[in-house]
């Protein structure tokens, strides 16, 4: 079979890929008057004003830093931790509009002075 195909065993190649995180903000976006669906999907608590909610969504490496920013984004804001993973550094917070607002600017703000990690923009729907 080696010689049907042209090469010998030796001659091939292994390309080996890695994920190597760098320090930043991937994603920072506001989900404004989310249907309830959607919080029911999610697993957040479905009792809050939809007319008046907002879902918060933000992705960090290294993931570890998850951690110390849903810690920022309760300190600023009256935001309520609707999800925090550790090991892909998925952060979801649910508040008032300008609650969840303050709170992700205060992320981002933390991140890119304190940690110096590069930041995005805050996106909104």
Do not use: N, W
Request: charged share 25%; glycine share 8%.
């Amino acid at each position: 079979m080696k010689e049907r195909l042209g090469f010998e065993a030796e001659d091939r190649q292994r390309i080996i890929q890695e994920y190597v995180p760098g320090c930043q903000i991937t994603l920072a976006h506001i989900i404004a008057s989310p249907d309830p669906i959607l919080y029911e999907k999610l697993g957040l608590d479905p009792r809050l004003d939809y007319e008046r909610a907002a879902i918060g969504v933000t992705t960090v490496t290294p993931s570890e830093t998850a951690i110390i920013l849903a810690d920022v984004a309760i300190k600023a804001s009256g935001i309520t931790l609707g999800f925090l993973d550790r090991f892909s550094g998925a952060l979801i917070i649910t508040g008032t509009v300008s609650e969840v607002e303050e709170a992700t600017s205060a992320i981002l703000r933390y991140s890119k002075e304190a940690l110096g990690y590069t930041v995005c923009e805050i996106t909104k729907t």
